[in-house]
C-alpha cells in the first residue's frame, strides 16, 4: 500500500491500513516514539494511524489535527508559561468554541537537545487512558513506562508529576474528569519547583486490634480499624 501526493494505491489489508494511507495523502508522515536517551522509533506511537495504532480508537496526534484545520490552533494551548490549565480530550468529535484541546510549551533544553516542543493531550475516548495525559516532545509520543510493552500506560497519571530531564519543566496532572484533564505547569531552577505532596495526619500511631482510629488531609476524614498482621 502507499499514499502520497494525491493518490493512495492499495492492497487490502484493513481500514487501518486505508486510513494510514490516506494520511500520507494530507501530508502526513509517520508517527514515532522517542526515549529520554534520543531514540527515536519510526512507527513507535503505538496510538496513531500514522504510527501502530490501529482499530477504531485509533486517531491522529494534536499537532496534526491543527495542521490540517481540524482543530483551530486557537484551541490549542502554545507556549502559555506556569500555569493551571484545562484541556478537553483531542479526540472528541463534537467540540465546543472556546474550549481548549491540548496544550504545547516549548523548553530551551532537555537531556536529547535544545528547544523541545512538549504537548500533552488527553486521550478519554481510549480504555486505559481516562485518568492520564500523554506527553509528546515534538511530535514524538514519550512512553512514560516503557518496560510494560504498551501505551496504554504511557501518560502522566492522575496525581503524577512529570520533570523532564535536563528543562526544569514540571508537568502534573492533579484533576480528570468527564472530557477533561487539568494540568500544572512549573518551569525553573528554583528549590520549592518540586513534585507536590499529601500530608496525612494519624489520631495515633499504634492501635489495638478492632480500635478505630482517624486519618486526615484537608478537611477530609477516614476512620480506620485496627487489625492483627497476617
Not at 481540524?70 to 484551541?75: H, L, R, T, Y
Not at 533544553?109 to 506527553?135: C, F, H, K, M, Q
Request: aromatic letters at 8%; glycine letters at 16%.
Amino acid at each position: 500500500s502507499y499514499g502520497g501526493g494525491s493518490s493512495v494505491w492499495l492492497g487490502w489489508g484493513g481500514m487501518g491500513v486505508t486510513a494510514h494511507e490516506a494520511g500520507h495523502a494530507l501530508a502526513i508522515p509517520h508517527s514515532n516514539s522517542i526515549t529520554w536517551a534520543g531514540v527515536e522509533t519510526e512507527y513507535g506511537n503505538q496510538l496513531d494511524i500514522m504510527g501502530n495504532g490501529g482499530g477504531p480508537d485509533a486517531d491522529l496526534i494534536l499537532d496534526r489535527k491543527v495542521g490540517l484545520g481540524w482543530i483551530e490552533g486557537a484551541s490549542r494551548l502554545l507556549d502559555p508559561g506556569p500555569g493551571i490549565y484545562r484541556i478537553h480530550g483531542v479526540d472528541q468529535v463534537n467540540r465546543v468554541v472556546g474550549q481548549n484541546y491540548g496544550f504545547s510549551q516549548r523548553s530551551a533544553a532537555d537531556s536529547i537537545g535544545s528547544n523541545p516542543l512538549y504537548s500533552l493531550e488527553y486521550r478519554p475516548s481510549i480504555t486505559g487512558l481516562g485518568s492520564s495525559v500523554l506527553v509528546l516532545r515534538n511530535t514524538n509520543i514519550i512512553d512514560l513506562t516503557p518496560a510494560t510493552g504498551t501505551q496504554l500506560d504511557a501518560g502522566i497519571q492522575l496525581g503524577q508529576t512529570l520533570a523532564s530531564p535536563g528543562s526544569n519543566s514540571f508537568f502534573t496532572v492533579i484533576d480528570v474528569r468527564d472530557g477533561y484533564a487539568d494540568l500544572a505547569y512549573q518551569s525553573g531552577p528554583f528549590p520549592d519547583n518540586v513534585a507536590p505532596t499529601a500530608p496525612l495526619n494519624a489520631s495515633a500511631t499504634s492501635v489495638a486490634r478492632g480500635t478505630r482510629s482517624s486519618c486526615f488531609d484537608r478537611g477530609r476524614t477516614a476512620t480506620l480499624i485496627g487489625a492483627s498482621r497476617g
